[in-house]
């Protein structure tokens, strides 16, 4: 009877398992689904995926951008791109899972920068400052394009600077939320101002020194004013000034890092000639008096209202200064050519002539001394070449129906600047070095030519008066004018790329070289 009853107690437990095994192990559990896409643009390896909702996972794009969850029940989800300095399009996606797996849930990176460019005076060079969300600097290419990249999402200020220029806007606000372009600026050059007229330029190639030509205090009957100098570099800022000498400025010229330059001053009815020696870098000046005469001397020799038109002039060679003077007590048209070494510490008298002249300009080409002056002959004006050799031997005279105003030495040839008497049109007069004409380039305006400088390519770039406007450039083995400007100026110099002129006010008047477009 036990066994009996042993059996069939078994026999329900074996029945009770393999039952409950049955009903566990059958195929009616709850199917589970994936979501998948790709990341592309500008990057697409290592973005972090993050999915959250009814389960909340995260993951990495491979390095063909691709992704996915799986292993998900049916429900809601939002799934969300995130990768240090980029932004993603879509910023996040809403995905239900309802039955079946989600593909094609994809996004756009975008390189979160900024980008812009600078235009007008100034392109390549240009410091580019970003505060804010994150700080940075960078400098314009030669186009002025410039751009920041790898930025964190937020709000910054772009700021331009470059000494001797301003910009607008003075900065901008950026918002960063991927690619941020066009956050341009706009160039313009510092006023290249002074606080007196400024008539006379010089330079070294890399500085502009101004100075003042006209008697700004009081007239020439004794009163006080003083000569002043500026020195500016090439975008207006001014590195020094002075004007602790009285008097006034006429020609100057640098050479080996100093600037030589004429001075008058008058002291009771006597014009003092100095000659000034100033340091380019500091402005320390040494000095020393070329002369001393009468005052009916030196006005006699002086044009009214411009009294740098006529008179003492310099010049200066690799290592002389020659300075001509009137020197008749009559008159005050006669020649008194003075020589001094680069130190000032030598002065010696080289000729005197007592020729009824107006002393104008003069320039040293080699071993000669070019003296050009304006005479009566015949009852019409005479443009005079005058020539001397560098020890003071007066060798030749040339008459010419031309009315000159300044000279320039260039190479084997001579440049006259003035009219021609005939048509009263601006010209440039050409000549050899033995005083023969080569050739005339009439500048088109009536009025007159004045100050010439020289650019790196042999172009001349030449200032112009009495109603004619320049600067002109003009190619002078052909006459061909590429530019003419719009003030009126008796010096001019070119600088890196730029053309000064000194046009008789407080502010010099600057000229990009090869268009002509006016700076400032």
């Known amino acids: 009877m036990r066994k009996i009853l042993s059996v069939i107690l078994l026999g329900t437990l074996i029945t009770l398992f393999v039952g409950c095994s049955s009903g566990s192990g059958g195929g009616n559990s709850d199917p589970t689904y994936s979501i998948s896409g790709t990341v592309s643009g500008a990057i697409v390896n290592g973005v972090t995926i993050t999915l959250i909702g009814a389960a909340t996972k995260s993951t990495t794009t491979d390095a063909s951008g691709s992704y996915s969850f799986s292993g998900l029940a049916n429900g809601n989800y939002t799934v969300t791109p995130s990768q240090l300095y980029y932004t993603f399009t879509p910023a996040s996606t809403a995905v239900a899972v309802s039955g079946a797996n989600i593909s094609g849930t994809n996004f756009v990176a975008v390189s979160n920068s900024i980008s812009g460019a600078i235009s007008g005076a100034v392109l390549s060079g240009v410091t580019i400052t970003l505060s804010g969300a994150g700080s940075a600097t960078t400098t314009t290419n030669a186009n002025g394009i410039y751009s920041f990249s790898n930025l964190v999402s937020g709000t910054y200020t772009a700021t331009p600077s470059l000494t001797g220029y301003t910009f607008s806007p003075v900065s901008t606000v950026v918002v960063v939320s991927g690619a941020s372009t066009g956050t341009n600026f706009v160039a313009a050059n510092v006023p290249f101002t002074a606080t007196f007229e400024i008539e006379h330029v010089a330079t070294d190639g890399n500085i502009i020194i101004a100075t003042t030509g006209t008697v700004i205090a009081s007239s020439a009957t004794g009163g006080a004013s003083n000569a002043v100098t500026v020195c500016f570099n090439n975008n207006g800022t001014i590195l020094w000034q002075n004007n602790a000498l009285p008097g006034y400025y006429g020609k100057s010229q640098i050479i080996n890092g100093n600037l030589y330059a004429i001075r008058y001053f008058w002291s009771a009815g006597t014009a003092n000639?100095?000659?000034?020696?100033?340091?380019?870098?500091?402005?320390?000046?040494?000095?020393?008096?070329?002369?001393?005469?009468?005052?009916?001397?030196?006005?006699?020799?002086?044009?009214?209202?411009?009294?740098?038109?006529?008179?003492?002039?310099?010049?200066?060679?690799?290592?002389?200064?020659?300075?001509?003077?009137?020197?008749?007590?009559?008159?005050?048209?006669?020649?008194?050519?003075?020589?001094?070494?680069?130190?000032?510490?030598?002065?010696?008298?080289?000729?005197?002539?007592?020729?009824?002249?107006?002393?104008?300009?003069?320039?040293?080409?080699?071993?000669?001394?070019?003296?050009?002056?304006?005479?009566?002959?015949?009852?019409?004006?005479?443009?005079?070449?005058?020539?001397?050799?560098?020890?003071?031997?007066?060798?030749?005279?040339?008459?010419?129906?031309?009315?000159?105003?300044?000279?320039?030495?260039?190479?084997?040839?001579?440049?006259?600047?003035?009219?021609?008497?005939?048509?009263?049109?601006?010209?440039?007069?050409?000549?050899?070095?033995?005083?023969?004409?080569?050739?005339?380039?009439?500048?088109?305006?009536?009025?007159?030519?004045?100050?010439?400088?020289?650019?790196?390519?042999?172009?001349?770039?030449?200032?112009?008066?009495?109603?004619?406007?320049?600067?002109?450039?003009?190619?002078?083995?052909?006459?061909?004018?590429?530019?003419?400007?719009?003030?009126?100026?008796?010096?001019?110099?070119?600088?890196?790329?730029?053309?000064?002129?000194?046009?008789?006010?407080?502010?010099?008047?600057?000229?990009?070289?090869?268009?002509?477009?006016?700076?400032?």
């Open 273 to 520: 000639i100095y000659i000034d020696k100033i340091n380019v870098n500091t402005g320390a000046i040494t000095t020393v008096v070329a002369g001393t005469f009468t005052y009916d001397e030196v006005i006699l020799s002086l044009s009214p209202g411009n009294p740098i038109a006529k008179g003492s002039s310099l010049a200066v060679s690799s290592n002389a200064i020659y300075v001509v003077a009137p020197n008749d007590a009559t008159t005050g048209r006669a020649t008194l050519l003075m020589f001094f070494d680069l130190s000032l510490a030598t002065k010696t008298v080289l000729y005197s002539n007592d020729c009824a002249i107006n002393d104008m300009d003069f320039t040293v080409a080699g071993n000669f001394i070019y003296q050009i002056e304006q005479t009566v002959l015949h009852g019409s004006n005479s443009g005079e070449i005058d020539a001397f050799t560098t020890d003071g031997v007066y060798f030749g005279v040339a008459n010419f129906p031309e009315t000159f105003n300044n000279t320039l030495a260039n190479g084997n040839m001579l440049y006259m600047s003035g009219k021609d008497d005939v048509s009263n049109i601006a010209s440039i007069f050409i000549y050899d070095l033995d005083a023969n004409p080569v050739k005339s380039i009439p500048l088109v305006q009536v009025g007159g030519a004045y100050g010439m400088a020289f650019g790196p390519n042999g172009e001349m770039y030449v200032a112009m008066s009495n109603n004619a406007k320049g600067p002109v450039r003009l190619d002078p083995s052909t006459g061909n004018i590429s530019w003419t400007g719009t003030d009126s100026g008796k010096s001019v110099i070119y600088c890196n790329g730029k053309v000064f002129l000194a046009t008789g006010s407080d502010k010099l008047s600057v000229y990009d070289a090869a268009t002509g477009n006016h700076l400032n």
